[in-house]
């Protein structure tokens, strides 16, 4: 018997060597250098690299600069997260009802799902393209007599156009993932509630939001994670701008690294980050492990 245990645990061991090969190679050895260059000065080479401590933890968190950054985080992910959420449930709820057919439930959320395959660089672009001064937003705007706006220039405007384009770009997701929970809660809870005289209202309380309590938790870590890392709008259509108005975190971390090559102050931004998407990730499991 313990021979047979030995032998499934070696061919065990046999299949996941890859996999944790990989993992350990891509994941874990990237991870475990970040944090080890968040204590030193950093560089391209070894010889150049000088154990400096607590020094860049200490920098990062008394610079008003990154303070900034983080409130434009902030501001960023509460402002593109809840509207990701809500509209894409609102949407799923609709195509959810039994007098939608199937044929256009399918075709409806292919359409809403195009977005979030598309490259984020790409429609950045053309994002840019619309809301620059002379643009087809502005235009739009002086056509109903409304007077245009430097969108892109603008400390006020800057950051919504980014917000919009997030929430774009993950509302199609959000929508699919939302619609395959409504689907999964038995239809027969609906007919015993309407039976009962409950409203569509009540009927949303009281069965759809605890039958999604899995796929919510699901969607607002995933939509949070997605915020947090945003990169490529900043990148194409901001830079950061106007006036340090849009820089997140992950811009911060690229600016620092590869503008400035400050590699130690850029690791440790890196770092606080995993630590933030590392809690975020506890609480799923956590709740998932209640759930269950």
Known sequence: MTNNKMKDSFAAAIFLA??????????????????????????????????????????????????????????????????????????ANALNRPTISTPLRDLLRSAYFIPSITSLVAVGLGWRWMFQNNGPVNSLLGYLHITPVSWLSSTTWAMPVLILLSIWKQLGFNMVVFLAGLQAIPRQRYEAAELDGASDWQQFWYITLPGLRPTLVFATVTTVIFTLRSFEQVYVITGGGPQNSTNLVTYYIYQEAFALFEFGPAATAATILLAVTLVLVHLQLRVWGEDR
């Open 18 to 91: 890859p996999a944790l090969i990989l993992l350990g190679t891509f994941v874990i050895w990237p991870v475990i250098n970040i944090l080890y260059l968040s204590f030193t000065t950093g560089s391209f080479t070894a010889s150049g690299t000088r154990w400096v401590g607590l020094r860049n933890y200490q920098n990062l968190l008394l610079s008003p600069e990154f303070w900034e950054v983080i409130g434009n985080t902030v501001y960023f992910t509460v402002a593109t997260v809840i509207p990701s959420l809500i509209i894409p449930l609102v949407l």
